[in-house]
């Protein structure tokens, strides 16, 4: 697909067709667009729990808000998106690099890696929504998560059910100030 109707047909899927399955390829696929994303220092902290199996899938929804876990409805696959601490924005001494003391530029890694995950889902003819409400402790436990991780944040991915539609977008004008 050419890339400016990639974005613009890319959309939050809430309801996934559960007769068609993507299959580990194409999951995989996804998770190597977004490790083509820049990041801090090449320091590439972005890394990915998929829940791929029926068993997966209901253990990462039953950490997922009830509207949540209901958007996951035949979702092939449930990405749960971690990064791993201290490490994009600091320094190897352990003091941050700028006036950020926290992981905000590991998040922010994740972010530009995120858009290329969903972006190749959508060139593939995949759905995905990307959800930060969850109980991060919960999916930690389940999925057994490093402790030197953070999950951020947690993307199904599945054949949508529907065609949704583009919500009203802001003009250049409305968000831009040029100097």
Same mark, same amino acid.
């Given at each position: 697909?050419?890339?400016? $109707? ?8 809430? &309801? ?7 299959? #580990? *390829?194409?999951?995989?696929?996804? %998770?190597?667009?977004? %490790? @083509?994303?820049?990041?801090? #220092? ?5 890394? =990915? ?10 253990? /990462? ?12 409805? &035949?979702?092939?696959?449930?990405? !749960?998106?971690?990064? !791993? ?14 006036? @950020? *003391?926290?992981? *905000? ?13 969903? +972006? $190749?889902?959508?060139? @593939?003819? +995949?759905?995905? +929504? ?6 991060? &402790? $919960? @999916?930690? *436990? /389940? +999925? ?6 953070? !999950?951020?944040?947690?993307?199904? !991915?599945? =054949?949508? $059910? ?5 919500? #009203? ?9 040029? =100097?």
């Amino acid at each position: 697909m050419e890339f400016q $109707k990639v974005i613009e047909e890319r959309r939050s899927i809430r &309801g996934y067709d559960a007769s068609k399955k993507a299959s #580990k *390829e194409q999951i995989e696929e996804i %998770i190597n667009a977004a %490790i @083509l994303a820049p990041s801090w #220092k090449n320091s590439q902290v972005h890394r =990915y729990h998929v829940a791929i199996s029926e068993e997966g899938i209901e253990k /990462v929804k039953a950490c997922l808000p009830e509207f949540n876990a209901n958007n996951c409805e &035949g979702a092939s696959a449930i990405i !749960v998106e971690t990064i !791993v601490k201290k490490r994009s924005g600091w320094d190897k001494d352990g003091t941050p690099s700028t006036e @950020l *003391e926290h992981d *905000e530029w590991g998040v922010y890694d994740l972010g530009l890696a995120t858009e290329n995950l969903v +972006l $190749k889902a959508a060139d @593939l003819g +995949l759905g995905t +929504l990307i959800m930060g409400i969850r109980d991060a &402790g $919960k @999916l930690k *436990e /389940v +999925l057994a998560i490093p402790e030197n991780e953070m !999950v951020v944040a947690v993307v199904s !991915v599945g =054949y949508p $059910k529907a065609k949704a539609t583009m919500p #009203k977008r802001k003009a250049v004008e409305d968000i831009a100030v040029f =100097y």
